[in-house]
């Protein structure tokens, strides 16, 4: 893969609320960002993969109150949880960035004196409907009877001074950035939503700060007023590199080469945040990367319905590797999945045990029969097929996994087909031949499952080279 610049391929995830543990929603997006990140990794490119931890604002302050903590400990507590969970998934993250870090909060202070010097912000007075789960202001159109319908309670009505960032002015410029793909929003249905949002729409001029939130980084140039959560929260995306502030020092990864976000937030990065760079003068990112919501059982997950899937539970039944591949096979990436345990335990029988488990011990079984001379290890196969190398750069990852499973099952039909178990007493030359073959299948397939499932792929490449059979997914 070429890059002129030879910049590093920057990905990002959000930084996640940390008023609660982190979540199979999380864990989604942050699975899917490692898989890209390891695959422009194997294809030998640079990369720089950030995630982090979004602290400040109302809504974690008050989760603080409520279980008596210093807002200090328990987001200390909460974010730990997070860097755990992605230890345990196997996430290869190259930097872990907190809102509340010291050197986060002087850049995101000395952006907003910029902004407001250069007039991008001004004092005024600001009237909106505001929802606290979503911390976003809402408009009529986006409730339904009179509710916030992702948290299902009524927005409170913010009537406050407030310092205002300038939206509208810049609202025919960010168009045309999304209309002409400097900045791409992905899927294009998206794109089209986003894009009929500006065009049916004005861009009104937003609030950035808040007079009774104290949890907050507070404005520079006003010290009764912290920082909107959101402004505090996008700088993570240039604050990751230890940048600043300083508009004239952009770090070199900048801009992102992909932003991978779930579609509640869609809006808010496809102009708020666009918006602060435009004022600044630095490009925007390259790529929004746009998915869908998990489901479980058609519904969102709730408390109250009883349908929560745990991360954890999933990782004790399926295994970390088991864990990345159901949830990134349970539907297209952009769409929303919906899943269930009974389905997902199915899809590990069948794809896992079943399908590649079956077929690496089997071959494996039947290479111990090999002449040692002619047992050797297949070599290349850390290409990439174009067509699955296409699937991966454009983020299909479900059907960049199907691509690979047609070619397990086309395997495990081979050896069902050439019968290797009666040619190894009847056709020693042919046996030779058609495990070659096979065992070049596998060392492919160990190489292309590497980004999702990187242990799966280490056992398979080490029981080729040991000549030892594993299960490396037992039936449930
Ligand atoms: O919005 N299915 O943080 P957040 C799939 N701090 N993905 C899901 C999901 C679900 N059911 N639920 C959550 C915030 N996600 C802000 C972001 S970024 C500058 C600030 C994922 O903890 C998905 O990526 O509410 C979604 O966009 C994100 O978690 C929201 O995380």
């Keep these: 893969m070429s890059n002129a610049s030879n910049k590093p391929f920057f990905i990002t995830t959000p930084v996640y609320y940390v008023n609660g543990k982190p979540h199979i929603g999380h864990a989604y997006t942050t699975i899917a960002a490692d898989v890209v990140a390891r695959f422009q ?24 109150k409520e279980s008596e903590k210093d807002p200090q400990v328990f987001v200390d507590e909460i974010s730990e949880e997070f860097k755990k969970l992605w230890g345990k998934l196997h996430i290869q993250y190259s930097s872990f960035i907190r809102t509340t870090n010291p050197k986060h909060i002087a850049a995101v202070q ?35 009877d009179g509710k916030c319908p992702d948290h299902n309670s009524v927005p409170e009505l913010m ?37 009929s949002f500006l065009e049916g729409e004005k861009l009104e001029d937003i609030s950035i700060s808040r007079k009774n939130v104290s949890w907050g980084i507070p404005l520079p140039f006003d010290k009764t007023h912290t920082t909107y959560v959101w402004v505090d929260a996008f700088l993570n995306y ?78 004790e039944r399926f295994g970390v590797d088991g864990t990345r591949y159901l949830l990134l096979s349970a539907g297209p990436f952009g769409e929303d999945v919906d899943v269930t345990v009974e389905r997902l335990t199915e899809k590990y029988n069948a ?31 850390e290409e990439y097929p174009e067509d699955l190398k296409k699937l991966l750069s454009g983020y299909k990852l479900s059907e960049a996994l199907q691509y690979i ?35 070049g299948d596998i060392a492919f397939i160990a190489s292309w499952i590497e980004p999702f499932m990187p242990e799966t792929a280490e056992k398979i490449k080490q029981a080729l080279q040991e000549r030892k059979t594993v299960p490396l997914f037992e039936r449930i």
Excluded at 46 to 59: L, N, P, Y
Excluded at 409 to 419: G, V
């Design 41 to 64: 990794k194997g294809s030998g490119r640079e990369i720089f993969f950030s995630v982090g931890t979004d602290e400040h604002g109302a809504k974690i302050a008050a989760k603080a």
């Design 351 to 381: 794809d896992l045990a079943n399908g590649l488990g079956n077929l690496v011990s089997r071959v494996v079984k039947l290479a111990s029969n090999l002449q040692s001379t002619t047992y050797r290890q297949q070599q290349g196969g």
């Design 405 to 439: 499973w047609k070619k397990v099952a086309e395997a495990n039909r081979y050896i069902d087909e050439t019968k290797p178990w009666e040619l190894v007493t009847t056709n020693q030359a042919e046996f030779e031949t058609v495990m070659q073959k096979l065992l």
């Design 238 to 315: 240039l604050t990751v590199f230890g940048w600043d502030g300083d508009e004239k020092n952009v770090p070199k990864e900048w801009p992102a080469d992909v932003q991978f976000i779930g579609k509640d937030i869609l809006r808010v990065h496809a102009t708020i945040w666009p918006v602060i760079l435009m004022h600044l003068g630095i490009p925007v990112q390259k790529t929004l990367f746009t998915h869908g919501h998990i489901l479980s059982g058609g519904k969102k997950m709730s408390k109250t319905l009883g349908n929560v899937i745990a991360i954890d539970d999933l990782l």
């Design 110 to 144: 000395k952006v907003l004196q910029t902004l407001s010097d250069t007039g991008a912000i001004y004092k005024g007075f600001y009237e909106g409907l505001y929802c606290v789960g979503c911390e976003q202001f809402k408009t009529a159109d986006d409730l339904v």
């Design 159 to 195: 009537k406050e001074e407030s310092y205002l960032m300038k939206m509208t002015e810049l609202q025919p410029e960010l168009t045309k950035k999304i209309k002409n793909d400097e900045l791409a929003v992905r899927p294009e249905r998206y794109k089209k939503e986003i894009l």
